[in-house]
């Protein structure tokens, strides 16, 4: 039925933090998310990445709460500080090489020198 007005829960009490059923993601430790088609990972990962946020609820990374006032310069940041993502996809820049793709943010972030740069991403 085109139209209808039907919410869609697609996460609900969801907690990554310590004291919880699910612990905090920790930094250099690698999580996988797996689960049913339509069972809410995709959402929790764009939320997690600052790409949508919740109707209901919040979300904090770094101490900080994400939210749709949150503005587009401090989402940029944080996403190219903290946060990356490799996509199904991978929506790599077509006229770059692997290596130049995966050395990109960092060139943006400009806190490595080239050598260094190229070091990490090798």
């Given amino acids: 039925m085109v139209g209808r007005d039907d919410k869609v829960q697609a996460l609900k009490s969801l907690t990554l933090c310590e004291g919880n059923e699910f612990y905090g993601i920790k930094k250099g430790e690698f999580v996988i998310i797996r689960g049913p088609s339509g069972g809410g990972k995709t959402t929790l990962l764009n939320m997690l990445g600052t790409i949508d946020s919740p109707s209901e609820g919040e979300i ?11 503005s587009d ?38 806190k490595l020198s080239s050598k260094e740069i190229t070091k990490r991403a090798t």
């Fill in 60 to 70: 904090y990374i770094l101490n900080k709460q994400i939210n749709k006032k949150s």
């Fill in 73 to 110: 310069d401090f989402l940029s940041k944080l996403r190219l500080e903290y946060i990356g993502f490799v996509f199904q996809s991978f929506n790599l820049i077509a006229t770059m090489t692997a290596l130049e793709n995966v050395e990109l943010p960092m060139r943006i972030h400009n």
